[in-house]
């Protein structure tokens, strides 16, 4: 069975910066969407980014747009989210995802990506 692997969360101060990675040890994520989801507690999933895997054409959600930039790096195959001017309401556990396509990842659900990571925790407090 396919398992994302996330890293990189942790704790940070407002108005600092992370940088999460995703890979899929055993499986080539060359075809594939990659994107990045958040879940706040007491909050739905929201879909904050995604890149093709065609042109490496990218989406973001408006909450995270001009803070947050997504990247993939297929000899290492691993999608990157690099997040910048970090507040608080970015805590949440973020998730990564496959999918054929970025349709989908961004705005409401359902978000039914064949493949997920487990999360890890970010938490951006003073």
């Known amino acids: 069975q396919v398992q994302l692997v996330e890293s990189g969360g942790g704790l940070v101060q407002p108005g600092g910066s992370l940088r999460l990675s995703c890979s899929a040890p055993g499986f080539t994520l060359d075809y594939y969407a990659l994107g990045w989801f958040r879940q706040a507690p007491g909050k739905d999933r929201e879909g904050i980014s995604c890149?093709?895997?065609?042109?490496?054409?990218?989406d973001y959600a408006d909450s995270v747009k001009g803070r947050f930039t997504i990247s993939r790096d297929n000899a290492k195959n691993t999608v990157y989210l690099q997040m910048n001017s970090l507040k608080p309401e970015d805590t949440a556990v973020y998730y990564c995802?496959?999918?054929?396509?970025?349709?989908?990842?961004?705005?409401?659900?359902?978000?039914?990506?064949?493949?997920w990571g487990k999360g890890t925790l970010v938490t951006v407090s003073s």
């Open positions: 995802a496959a999918d054929l396509l970025c349709g989908g990842f961004i705005g409401p659900g359902p978000h039914d990506m064949p493949y």
């Open positions: 890149i093709s895997s065609r042109d490496s054409s990218t």
